[in-house]
């Protein structure tokens, strides 16, 4: 069964720091995938990573995906308040008969403080 | 281009009471699916479609209920609600992508309800 771990779960940081977000997944797969949810908002698609070491960047934040290692980081750069929010990963299930469904981790809450 | 919209936004029913999520998406996707996210443990599987007419079963199925008539539509039904229910519930839909396929989901603005 495929489960899918973020850590930290809860991050608080300072404007200006850079931090990483971890996400580890427990069986082979070449998808995945990180979301940005605001509070009370909708999930937002962020990045889309399909094979071994895949990066993809977007302002202050970059990911990466190590399908051997089963992990993928989504690294943050000189924090900003705006990027305070609650971070996804998601991981296609995989196999015949997965239909594309997602096994999504418990998320990270990032608090940016001034 | 709407992209993918729910009715409604904020529900609260009493215990043993039905109701119907609406899903409506105007990008002609093929899958849709409903989950439910509650604190700490992200979002969960409830059922999903691969297409008009068909159904299945996710992570959590059990207390709902389905229906895919339209392509543009996926219904969730909650027969006799229950306390366990209350959740934020967020319908997501994706395409069909040709050769190396990928699921990237987009996401309705999500119903808040509250079963009392």
């Known amino acids: 069964e495929l489960k899918v771990e973020q850590n930290p779960l809860f991050l608080s940081m300072q404007e200006g720091k850079n931090y990483t977000i971890y996400c580890n997944y427990s069986t082979t797969s070449d998808r995945l995938y990180w979301y940005r949810q605001d509070p009370g908002k909708s999930l937002e698609s962020l990045f889309v990573?399909?094979?071994n070491g895949a990066v993809k960047q977007e302002g202050r934040l970059m990911a990466s995906l190590d399908t051997k290692a089963r992990l993928s980081t989504l690294h943050i750069t000189a924090a900003v308040h705006d990027l305070s929010a609650t971070y996804f990963c998601?991981?296609?299930?995989?196999?015949?008969?997965?239909?594309?469904?997602?096994?999504w981790g418990a998320g990270t809450k990032l608090i940016i403080k001034p | 281009n709407a992209g993918v919209t729910q009715t409604p936004k904020f529900r609260v029913l009493k215990t043993g009471q039905s109701m119907t999520l609406l899903c409506a998406q105007d990008?002609?996707?093929?899958?849709m699916y409903w989950y439910r996210q509650d604190p700490g443990m992200g979002l969960r599987l409830i059922h999903y479609?691969?297409?008009?007419?068909?159904?299945a079963k996710g992570e959590v199925p059990d207390g709902y209920n389905v229906s895919r008539l339209k392509k543009q539509n996926f219904l969730l039904g909650l027969e006799s609600a229950a306390p366990s229910q209350t959740s934020v519930y967020f319908c997501a839909s994706s395409y069909e992508r040709g050769g190396f396929s990928y699921n990237e989901q987009f996401f309705g603005p999500g119903t808040r309800l509250t079963v009392l």
């Open positions: 990008m002609n996707h093929e899958y």
């Open positions: 990573l399909l094979s």
């Open positions: 998601a991981v296609d299930k995989g196999g015949v008969d997965s239909n594309y469904q997602l096994i």
């Open positions: 479609s691969v297409g008009e007419g068909t159904t």
